[in-house]
């Protein structure tokens, strides 16, 4: 069974292909003619179902799409699904960054709580859909460690951890991440509706 994972972005594309294995996994890149899904929800499960419903219905197959982002306790969950515009430029990591930054400077080390929250939907051409969430609570430093991820991810900090999710292989992150997480979530269900 085909199922088309919305993103241009091949590391997702991997990782979702090892948690489903058995299924044949494809991204955007091979259909062309389907092109960016705007996320204009005001949650992330409603980002994901957008963009899980477009593919479905450009493709005629089974797609499952996520939306993802950092949610900052002191600054009431912010910048949620915003996080890849949070300085006014999608996905200028450097200037998100700076923004958060400063925007926490004040606030002490004990509030410095967070959590990274993705939604992953599924979504078939007959409009049928399920979501699920992954969560990963951490919190922040005041300033960037480690060069491996992207986005937030120097200076976010898992709980019972001490090194920053970019100071952690890639397989180390994909073991904890949000995103693994709701993946994993969501592949039991991929198999029940599927199979």
């Keep these: ?3 088309v994972l919305a993103t241009r ?25 389907i092109g960016e899904v705007a996320e204009t929800g005001l949650t992330f499960a409603e980002n994901a179902l ?9 493709s005629g197959l089974p797609a499952v799409a996520d939306d993802s982002g950092l949610c900052v306790d002191a600054l009431n969950g912010m910048p949620g699904v915003f996080s890849a515009r949070w300085s006014g430029r999608h996905g200028d ?9 400063a925007q926490v400077s004040d ?4 509030r410095r709580t967070a959590h990274f929250t993705c939604s992953a939907a599924l979504a078939l051409p ?9 969560v990963l609570q951490g919190s922040l430093l005041r300033q960037r460690r480690g060069v491996n991820g992207f986005g937030y991810d120097p200076i976010f900090v898992p ?13 180390e992150k994909d073991a904890i991440s949000h995103r693994g997480r709701a993946f994993r979530a969501l592949a039991p269900i991929v198999v029940s509706l599927l199979s």
């Design 1 to 3: 069974m085909r199922i």
């Design 9 to 33: 972005n091949a590391g997702k594309i991997v990782e979702l292909r090892r948690i489903l294995g058995g299924f044949d996994v494809v991204g955007l890149e091979e259909f062309p003619e």
């Design 50 to 58: 957008l963009k899980a419903h477009a593919v479905a219905q450009g």
């Design 93 to 101: 990591d450097d200037a998100n960054l700076d923004l958060l930054l």
């Design 107 to 110: 606030v002490p080390d004990e």
């Design 126 to 134: 007959s409009g049928e859909e399920r979501v699920v969430e992954g």
């Design 159 to 171: 709980d019972s951890e001490s090194r920053t999710t970019a100071e952690m292989s890639a397989e």
